[in-house]
């Protein structure tokens, strides 16, 4: 039996199909690992609203939330990163005068700047998750947001790149952009869980498959990239699994030797 070790799971694409449904081999290996004393963590560019179920179902209580800036540890928040408001403002100013809706997202809501747009439908719809963000252009007033979503399609995101130095732009739909704080990662998010519960490198795991995954994979010892994943995304990972669709969780634990 392998010693007692961390694993990280991202959602989307890799404990979730694309239909974001939960295949019942994963659930079951999930199950495995805690009762063979493991310590399973979730590591997802979601906000924790948006896999509340999942957590629930998982029996799951420690994970790495809005790709590293909102952490919790056990039920309670270790760490947080939120954006800098000031040039948010200005990115916002500039998005509307673009026609670019944007989403700010705190630990417990989103909200959009705009009352509908076609691209937050298009790309939020793709989550299948029962949060749809309501109309409020003043969100980010007073209060900590840990990712904003810039909906614009492909390409159009460099004029926010080259403006706007604080923070960082990840695609994860062909119409949306996460904006995140500069240097924020899932592996900053990670590090912090490790640092507290003292796991060696070598007893830590995570599994990705997107592009916000590549920090992660390249920074976290033993990592696994799905069968589904993004070619550059495998080429930073230690191991290549099977599918989503075809037991890729079962199966890249086996392959690690953790079940």
Known sequence: MKKRSVIFFDIDGTLLTDE??????????????????HEVAIATG???FMFENLRKELDINTYVSYNGQ???LNGEVLYTNPLRIPPLENLTEMALGNNH???????????????????IKESIDTLKINHFPTHDPHYYKGRDLYQTLLFCPEGEEKQYEQEFLDFDFVRWHPVSVDILPKGGSKAKGIE?????????????????DGLNDMEMLSTVKNSVAMGNAHEKVKSVAKYV??????NGISHGLQMVGLL
């Open 192 to 208: 912090k869980i490790v640092e507290k519960l003292g796991f060696a490198p070598e007893n830590q795991y995570a599994f990705g």
């Open 70 to 72: 909102y952490v919790v």
């Open 241 to 246: 699994t099977t599918s989503v669709d075809d």
């Open 20 to 37: 974001k449904e939960l295949p019942s081999k994963t659930k079951e290996a999930i199950f495995k690992l805690k009762e063979y004393g």
């Open 101 to 119: 809706p944007v989403v700010f997202m705190d630990h417990e809501d989103m909200k959009a700047n705009v009352p509908e747009h076609d691209y």
């Open 46 to 48: 979601r906000a924790p």
